[in-house]
């Protein structure tokens, strides 16, 4: 009966929670990573005269765009090795890719259960194989340490951007008040 009740207790409370929290380091990153494309964009369009607006689409926003447009401003190089941290390649190595399996295929399970009885190989020239096998369930204790980690980077990492906003905030205003001081125009904060 202990068993049962374990094996309930897993399903119904723990796995779900397990799912969302191996989850979402990648999506914090990627939320910091277009936050900070855009605002950087939107910056540079103020801060510098003849600014061409080639920002890409949404959908299009990556780290890249972030670099491009972050890249002026001397917070984004410390913000950008922050980010690099969050669900980095050793985070994916050390959750069995967690993130990228439960999207598109199966991952592995949490406590309980073995998944990837046959996995299909490319042996480059040697053409296609298959392997069989299993993994084993991720741990609560091998998880705890690594999601108590992201957690810390994630912090670290938003008061570097909260660093990277207020720069921009200042700039933006100072150049604003330097227009409207030129163009004799006072206006009441």
Sequence with gaps: ???????????????????????????????????????????????????????????????????????PWKEYKKLKLLLEKIANRKYCTDTGDYRHSYNHRFSRRIELGHTSFVTRIDNGNNGISYGFGSQEPLMLKDIIPLLKNQHELCLQTFTQYQALVNTQSLEINEINKKYLESNNLNIET
């Design 1 to 71: 009966m202990m068993i049962k009740k374990k094996h309930f207790m897993i399903n119904e409370f723990i796995s779900p929670i397990a799912t969302i929290s191996l989850n979402f380091p990648y999506v914090i990153r990627s939320r910091f990573i277009y936050s900070i494309a855009h605002l950087s964009h939107q910056a540079n369009q103020v801060k510098e005269e003849g600014w061409v607006d080639n920002f890409p689409i949404d959908k299009e926003v990556y780290f890249e765009a972030a670099n491009k447009y972050g890249q």
